[in-house]
């Protein structure tokens, strides 16, 4: 009897740290830090090349990202807008593009805010299997973070690059416009703009707005500004 008691014992130990080692390394991989790679493969799904367009003006090229199962995509304001005569207008047409189609689908602009430069639009037909960004939280960011930013680089398509955190949150004037943003040491050109700002488990944190320009009017290259995703969320969640 003392026997059996005694085997009992021993397998409900041996369970019960096995059980622990099995949680410890599922935890430990589930917090792994991404590759830029894994970083790219498991966002692209997510990341769209958009397009803004009205006829006789032209078009306006950048990125966006979904954020919900019904379609729900945001982007800067300044992809889907353009100056005349002073005035900021929208262009007449909009369309995304996912990672692996070639051709445009439509999108219908929900609302916009050009001093916080977000733009939010849905998907005229969801026809397709969604997968909404995972969502970050900015808060948790600290100088020397690893981020990686993912957009329409150039317009030729998706493509990642990597860098840090320079400053988590500071004010910074652009446009006569002052913004709350994340300074991050990452190089980006136009096409970027409305893109992701990612952290190194593949979460949003931010979306890519601006860079600054120095006493000559050249683009200062290699540090990019991108809008805090909670302000994003504040944003959007009447929508």
């Known amino acids: 009897m003392k026997k059996k008691v005694y085997f009992i014992l021993i397998f409900v130990c ?26 790219f493969n498991f966002c692209k799904a997510s990341i ?16 966006a990202e979904l954020i919900s199962t019904d379609g729900t995509i945001i982007t ?20 995304v593009r996912f990672v692996d189609e070639e051709d445009f689908r439509e999108v219908d ?11 939010v639009l849905k998907l005229v037909k ?34 990642i690059s990597k860098g840090i955190v320079s400053i988590p949150h500071i004010n910074v004037s652009y446009n006569n416009i002052t913004r709350n943003v994340i300074q991050c040491d990452l190089t980006i050109s136009d096409g970027n703009s409305g893109g992701a700002l990612l952290n190194d488990e593949g979460r949003l944190v931010g979306i890519t707005t601006f860079r600054l320009k120095d006493t000559s009017n050249n683009i200062v290259y290699g540090i990019s500004y991108c809008i805090p995703i909670n302000a994003v969320l504040e944003y959007i969640k009447n929508v």
């Open 14 to 39: 041996v369970s019960i740290i096995s059980i622990i080692s099995l949680s410890l390394n599922i935890y430990f991989l589930a917090t792994k830090p991404l590759s830029a790679s894994g970083v």
């Open 48 to 63: 769209l090349e958009i397009k803004a367009e009205t006829e006789g003006i032209g078009k306006s090229y950048g990125t």
């Open 76 to 95: 800067n304001a300044h992809i889907i807008t353009y100056s005349q005569l002073g005035e900021t207008k929208t262009f007449e047409k909009f369309s």
């Open 109 to 119: 602009l929900y609302k916009y805010d050009s001093v916080l430069d977000i733009a």
């Open 126 to 159: 969801v026809d397709r299997k969604i997968n909404p960004i995972k969502i970050g939280d900015d808060n948790k960011l600290k100088s020397g973070n690893t981020v990686y930013a993912i957009g329409n680089l150039s317009n030729y398509g998706l493509s």
